[in-house]
Each structure stands twice: as C-alpha cells, then as structure tokens.
C-alpha cells in the first residue's frame, strides 16, 4: 500500500508535478523577463514549453526545457524584443492621449477608433513569440508572417488579445495571479495559436511541429 502511495507516476503525485510545473514556469518567465530585452525569448520559451508539456504531454523535465529553449531563442528574440518595446510603448501613449481626449462625442469615437486599430499590432505581437518559440525564421520572416495571421485569422486574433490584455490587467492589478498567469495565459492562447499554425505546413513539417513521426508515403492502407 505504502509503496503505491508513494509511486511518483500515480495519479496524485503526476497531478501534483504538473501543479509544481505550472507555477514554477510563471514564476521562471517574471524572472527572465525582468532584464527587458528578454522578454521576447523567455516568452518564446514560456510557449514552447507550455505546449509541450500540458498539450503534447511530454515527459521531459519542464525547467530544463524552459531553459533550453530560452536559450536558443536569444539570438532572434532579442532584437525582436527590441523592436517590440518602443512600438508598445508608442501604442501605450497614443492609448493614453485617446482616453485622456475621450471627454467629447467625438474624441470617444477617435478612441474607439484607435482602440479598434490597435487590433492588428498588438494581435501581431501575439503571434510572433509563440512563432519565435516553435519556428525556425528570421526576425523579418517572423513579423511579415505574424502580421499576415493576425489579419488573415482577425476573429482568433480578437480572442488572443483579449485575453492577452485582460490577463495582463488582472496581473497588474494583484500580485497574486503572478503565480500561474502567465502560464494560464499562454496555454489559454496555444487553444487558438496551435489550430493554426499547421495549416501552413506540410505534412513533414506539421509532424515535426506536434512531435510525431511523418507518416510512411509508402505505407499502403489496410
């Protein structure tokens, strides 16, 4: 009995893993992004991470590949962080100016209007991290292609920012969510991001993407 108990792959003690995986991974991403250019790379693993453990059930160790992929991120995800920060923060001032007008009839439908418009960056950037995590291209490959989603995919864009934003706005309003947010935002995302993406691969590639073998064209069916 005791040994059952105590086996690491019962169902309590993998639940309890996946538990130590999910907050730690949060609390793993707010302490590499803390020195600002990394934001790109660490969320780009956060992705990669999140989806291969919680989606695609892998049974490699959560931190290690977290870091692993960190690493190899760095390279493009730094100055895809460094092209992402002063637009944010460009975006984040006209934002202010829009809602600080918004006191006549039509400066609200100025900021409606540029809150609409505000879609299509943001929903770029949505895309491109978790791209950065789970594709080989350039940094220009990277946002030509997730500024073409964003467009081609706008109701998925829509619900990918909205739930981007709000959970970042719930985060900074309480300290607490610091511990599975981050996490819980970009598996919320994969939902959407990961229906997606492999339908602009072929076989080959979309077999490597969800970590599978490619099929036997040769294989004859039964």
Known sequence: MFRQV????????????????????SIFWIALCLPVVTIGPATAALYYTVVKVFRHKSDDGAFGMYWKAFVQNLRRGIPATLIFIPVMLLLAYGYAVMRANAVSSQGVMMFVAYYIVLLIPVGMFCYLFPMLGRFDMSVKELFRTSFILAIRHLPSTFVVVLLTVQMVIFGLERWWPVVFAPTLTVLLVSLFLERIFPKYLNDEERAKLEDKPPEDEDETED
């Not at 792959?9 to 907050?23: E, Q």
């Open 6 to 25: 105590f086996d690491p792959d019962n169902l309590f003690w993998r639940t309890m893993a996946r538990g130590v995986d999910f907050v730690g991974l």
